[in-house]
């Protein structure tokens, strides 16, 4: 008889984005003639940008020939691509990462995803809340969690509220903890970390022998000369760090395909025995196992980023989205809307008023202004009272969202 996974079975459906799509669906059937503006995803709108086009296209002729053309790579990346990410991303900035610490991949949902399963089952998991729902599903299905209580947390999982009130820093837990998630500049909230709330987390893993999962999605979108890239800014932190970077956000790869994880050397992890054991040789052997790397032609697009070419014309971009973001908090703030995020990365939190919950101010933005937003209540209860804006679209759209919010 074959048995089923039971942990996939504490999973709550997929409640946020389909939902949207249900609301939005219904509305437009009854309001065929509405132009709905649509500031709800998290994926780019923009192009991509010429130079990495041009040395795409330039890289699928290669495989047009025998003599350029490329089947297996190497399953951690290409070297082009490594040295560069280690020359731009971190020695730019003052960082020491090596070339055999960085794995090329298909994109962070999967790196943050797939992390969990070379660490064992009974370390205790800690997530802000609101939280990306990738972090608590993965740890879900590998059975580091009991049941869903009725407002959506997972029983065993720690959770870190982020809310104005403790200015969307989480504090240190108050139990022990051996996985924290962290993600900086933070979806769903768009607000930063500094330096020293890193620093408090890198000091909390040393002395209790914990691991950091640090997401840095979004970093191209910070502006603060202040606010690190990379939590290996902070010392100390190459051993108790593994950083997620993603190309999705930054050079608008969401479809393509193309990330990379930085596990260093100095990073370990413990046996039973408490023995300790190299991480990066672990997930090297994991990770050429269960891929054969990210498409040639991905890597060649991500590699063109690193051209000075590549990275003014980016900029051009993330300016243009930023705009968007600097735009609505504006707006937001003119109608006497609390803001929150929007100057370090592309979304805008917003606190609901008159005490409405995440879904009505979703309704009343839809059936009465035609804009679609996400609920913070979907990304955790500590989202309860929020709402996000994304500045993926074009100014015109966010310009016109918000004349019709301000008339609401
Ligand atoms: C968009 C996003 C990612 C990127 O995912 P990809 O799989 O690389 O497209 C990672 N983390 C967060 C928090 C995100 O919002």
């Known amino acids: 008889m074959i048995t089923i996974n039971e942990n996939f079975l504490k999973l709550q459906a997929g409640y946020l984005f389909p ?25 780019v709108t923009e192009p991509l940008v010429p130079s990495i086009l041009e040395a795409m296209h330039k890289a699928v002729d290669d495989q047009a020939n025998a003599d350029t053309f490329k089947g297996y790579g190497p399953e951690r990346g290409y070297s082009f691509l490594i040295d560069a990410i280690v020359e731009h991303e971190f020695k730019a900035r003052g960082v020491d990462i090596s070339p055999d610490e960085v794995f090329v991949s298909d994109g962070s949902k999967c790196d943050t995803g ?8 009974d370390n205790v998991v800690a997530v802000t809340d609101p939280v990306y729902p990738v972090y608590v599903d993965t740890n879900v299905m590998a059975g580091r969690t009991g049941d869903a209580a009725k407002d959506g947390r997972y029983e065993g999982l720690v959770y870190l509220p982020c809310t104005a009130e403790n200015d969307f820093t989480p504090d240190l837990p108050d139990t022990s903890v051996d996985m924290i998630y962290l993600c900086y500049p933070n979806n769903p909230t768009g607000t930063v970390a500094t330096k020293e709330t890193l620093k408090k987390w890198v000091d909390y893993a040393r002395e209790n022998r914990a691991l950091i999962l640090f997401d840095a999605a979004y970093e191209a979108f910070i502006s603060d000369d202040d606010i690190p890239h990379s939590i ?18 930054v050079i608008g790869f969401t479809g393509v395909r193309c990330g990379y994880i930085v596990v260093p050397k100095e990073l370990k992890a413990y046996k039973s025995d408490g023995s300790a054991v190299e991480v990066n040789a672990i997930w090297n052997r994991r990770h050429s196992t269960k891929f054969n790397g990210a498409s040639y032609v991905s890597q060649v697009g991500a590699a063109a980023y690193y051209t000075g070419q590549g990275r003014l014309e980016v900029k051009k971009v993330i300016d243009l989205y930023m705009a968007n973001a600097s735009y609505m908090i504006e707006s937001l703030k003119e109608m006497g809307y609390e803001v929150y995020g929007g100057v370090n990365a592309p979304y805008v939190w917003l606190k609901t008023k008159d005490g409405m919950t995440s879904w009505e101010l979703f309704d009343k933005f ?13 990304f955790g209860a500590s989202g309860e009272g929020y709402f996000r804006l994304s500045a993926f679209n074009n100014l015109a759209r966010v310009k016109e969202a918000m004349e019709r919010i301000a008339k609401l």
Do not use: C, M, W
């Open 19 to 43: 939902e949207i799509g249900r609301r939005v669906s219904a509305f437009a059937k009854d309001n065929p003639s509405a132009d709905i503006i649509k500031l709800g995803i998290g994926d």
């Open 114 to 121: 797939n992390v969990q399963e070379i660490f064992g089952r």
């Open 232 to 249: 290996y800014e902070i010392d100390g932190a190459k051993e108790v760090a593994i950083e997620f970077r993603s190309y999705s956000k």
């Open 366 to 378: 839809l059936n009465e202004a035609h804009v679609v937003g996400t609920p913070g209540s979907g």
